[in-house]
């Protein structure tokens, strides 16, 4: 059963990028509709064709990272020989590939919007919009972004500009040519997209185009030329001394003014990223002249770039994508499901499970929910389990990816926040054991009180097992949460000094000796006993992922590794795996590396537009602003942070996680740091907040990747299913906000702070 679960044609379709992906086109690159102008077809597919392979190109960058990272792990803890390459070399690969990738990114149509109502609008109105958000927002900026990023690496060409934190004072220049390089990638890109736009219009919007666009580079061309070069045009710097400081605003208000302008325009559906830099230049500007918001604009792509905890995201990207292309996920619910087949509710605990030990390896929701919605539901349905208790279980399993550990979330929050990565994962280990018990207690209670709810299996359904199956269950179990135990000691250093290399001896010594006793059991058989096959795969299935989990996260809470280093470990053991279980194909690992490079780009490089334009939002002054006018309500700190939660739980609604994490937050930190508010525990609370609002009607996600695997189910019984679990959840955060020592033990006992 686990091979044909491992099989299921459904599963082999599934993309797990999905979950940030609005509006992903599944045409081949360079095809175009038949009845396009002959020379816009010309245009758009050379375009996209040129920007596929710049991204199946870039996508290879990845691997030296990767290789970078296990090679300085191995060298500094195996034979104390640290390198003094390996982080130039992993920083600079992964800054450089988020920013090549970005026009392969938008020819794929993977970056972030906020289209829960763009979706909604006629494939004409959502041309109309995109074909004047393109001519307002995307070339303007990326214009602009072009030219100053060229000037920025022609200077540190120049000057052969060295790296001054390293000890090997690697050249700067050659990463660097990743901006303007990247930046006319979507400029090119930009004008297939326009030309898609054009084809979408009707007559009479399409003659209007046709005749404005001359006008429009006319007028692009001169503010260009104005602001870069004003001595040549007779307007000399009259547009900039005339637009700083105009309506006679301060600094502080146009700031104020900046807020609500990116609030509405994000809201019409157009790429998130490409909206910040526009509205980070145009305000800039208007606050305090274009020179300085110019070169704002350069310095935060340069840093985000150059930011080493941030090459952490796509290794663990890479490394989720490998773990479900292994099969693990359907292997390890199988057995699960067998193993408690004679139980209420097993089924529940099944998908509770697995979603656990699956969220610290994925770390997507939407992937988890349509896996687990393929894995569980026909069973569900074939055993008569409640359909609402059913969906609300999946759903909330799912969600458990966006709070435990190595959650992306959390590696990109850190440094919004401020404070280390490890804090972040130690902080949510706890309440994400936590809300997974919630939710399997809940399920298991509504079982009792009402049988039905969750029957147990058929005895068709039920695996045969030996008579001495408690026995079997003491021992497998029991060798399991040892190897564990040891797991954590090698990594902790308890096991440390008793003899060369005992921390990895131990541990690989008490799993052979596992794998040997099982193999002579089964082939002697002493007084008829022996270990039914279920154990078999439930072994194989849990195991490998969560001793790779445990090692990566491991190494990075208990400091034998950064979270870089940790990553890239995982994602190395999780190709490792894939040629374990024999799921290893070139062309599979290929496709790994260009997912991951999708999803890599669209949170890099909207972490790098929210850092311009957090950086112009606080060079106009207006955080100072909003804090004192917030302090001025003279209210509690407890009643500023539930004003802040809610608003964060309303915002889930229809953004993802990426744009509050990276927009919202740093807005609100002067506030908390001026209540003296543990970014720490603020940090969990967002993150279990933000898990909740995948739960929460009507916009919630989830619903809708679980409606898409199993039509059968109504709409309306995944909701409810939905709110039950929400309504868990919501006591959860509770818990945490009531007693913050929830997050901050592990934290406080592993660091002490």
């Not at 537009?609 to 950086?615: H, I, K, P, Q, R």
Request: aromatic fraction near 14%; glycine fraction near 8%; hydrophobic fraction near 55%.
């Amino acid at each position: 059963m686990g091979q044909e679960m491992a099989q299921d044609p459904e599963l082999e379709k599934l993309d797990i990028t999905d979950e940030l992906i609005a509006e992903r086109r599944s045409s081949a690159p360079g095809e175009t509709p038949e009845d396009m102008h002959p020379l816009s077809r010309k245009i758009v597919g050379n375009i996209d064709i040129l920007s596929n392979w710049v991204g199946r190109i870039t996508c290879f960058m990845l691997l030296p990272v990767m290789f970078a990272m296990v090679y300085e792990v191995v060298a500094r803890k195996l034979f104390v020989a640290p390198t003094d390459w390996a982080y130039d070399t992993s920083r600079m690969f992964s800054g450089a590939m988020f920013m090549l990738g970005a026009g392969y990114a938008l020819m794929r149509g993977v970056h972030i919007r906020a289209d829960f109502l763009f979706r909604t609008w006629t494939p004409v109105n959502q041309a109309r919009v995109d074909t004047a958000l393109y001519l307002l927002f995307y070339f303007p900026a990326m214009l602009f972004f072009f030219w100053l990023s060229a000037q920025y690496t022609y200077k540190s060409w120049v000057t052969w500009e060295l790296t001054m934190d390293t000890a090997l004072m690697a050249p700067l220049a050659p990463a660097r040519t990743a901006m303007p390089l990247g930046a006319l990638f979507l400029i090119l890109q930009g004008v297939a997209e326009l030309l898609r736009c054009r084809y979408q219009l009707d007559g009479k919007w399409r003659r209007w185009l046709d005749r404005a666009l001359p006008f429009y580079v006319v007028i692009l061309a001169a503010i260009f030329m104005e602001t870069f070069f004003p001595n040549i045009l007779p307007l000399g710097n009259t547009l900039e001394d005339g637009f700083k400081g105009a309506f006679g605003l301060s600094a502080t208000m146009i700031g104020a003014v900046m807020i609500g302008v990116m609030l509405a325009a994000i809201f019409v559906g157009f790429p998130i990223s490409f909206t910040l830099i526009f509205l980070g230049f145009v305000f800039g500007a208007w606050g305090f002249g274009g020179k300085m918001v110019f070169y704002l604009q350069t310095l935060q792509f340069n840093s985000v770039m150059l930011e080493q905890t941030l090459a952490a995201v796509p290794l663990f990207v890479f490394m989720g994508i490998l773990m479900e292309q292994a099969g693990l996920m359907e292997r390890l619910f199988n057995s699960v499901q067998l193993m408690l087949s004679r139980t209420r509710g097993a089924l529940y605990l099944a998908v509770l499970f697995v979603s656990t030990i699956f969220a610290a390896a994925t770390g997507i929701v939407g992937a988890s929910v349509t896996i687990l919605g393929i894995m569980a539901a026909k069973t569900m349905n074939r055993s008569g389990y409640n359909v609402r208790l059913a969906a609300g279980t999946i759903t909330a399993g799912g969600t458990l990816g966006i709070l435990i550990p190595p959650s992306i979330m959390l590696v990109v929050m850190g440094p919004v926040l401020e404070i280390p990565v490890i804090d972040l994962f130690a902080a949510a280990i706890i309440p994400g054991i936590m809300l997974a018990t919630l939710y399997a207690g809940y399920a298991m209670v509504r079982c009792w009180l009402d049988p039905s709810l969750g029957p147990i299996l058929s005895p068709e359904e039920q695996p045969e097992i030996s008579k001495y199956y408690w026995l079997e269950s003491l021992l497998v179990i029991g060798s399991i949460l040892f190897l564990f135990t040891l797991i954590v000691m090698g990594i902790s250093g308890s096991l440390a000094g008793l003899f060369p290399l005992s921390s990895l001896i131990l541990p690989a010594g008490w799993a052979a000796l596992m794998l040997g006793v099982s193999k002579w059991v089964e082939k002697s058989r002493p007084a008829g006993f022996f270990f039914s096959d279920l154990w078999y795969e439930f072994f194989m299935g849990l195991v490998p992922p969560a001793a790779l989990v445990s090692f990566a996260l491991g190494s990075i809470l208990f400091g034998w590794a950064t979270p870089t280093e940790g990553a890239a470990c995982g994602a190395f053991g999780a190709l490792l795996l894939t040629i374990l279980y024999g799921r290893f194909t070139l062309e599979g690992t290929y496709q790994a590396l260009l997912k991951t490079l999708e999803i890599s780009v669209l949170i890099l490089f909207l972490v790098a537009a929210s850092n311009f334009f957090g950086a112009v939002f606080s060079r106009l002054g207006t955080p100072t602003l909003l804090t004192e006018f917030l302090l001025s309500w003279d209210m509690s700190t407890t009643m500023v942070l539930i004003i802040i939660m809610a608003m964060i739980f309303l915002l889930g609604w229809p953004l993802e996680w990426v744009p509050i994490v990276l927009i919202i937050l740093p807005i609100l930190i002067p506030v908390l740091i001026e209540l003296n508010v543990n970014l720490t525990w603020f940090g969990i609370l967002v993150a279990v907040n933000l898990q909740t609002a995948w739960l929460s009607p009507p916009v919630a996600l989830s619903a809708y990747f679980l409606k898409g695997v199993v039509p059968e189910w109504d709409l309306k019984d995944i909701y409810i299913g939905m709110m039950q679990f929400m309504v868990i959840q919501l006591i959860g955060l509770i818990l945490i906000f009531v007693f913050p020592q929830i997050a901050l033990w592990l934290p406080t006992l592993l660091y002490g702070n």
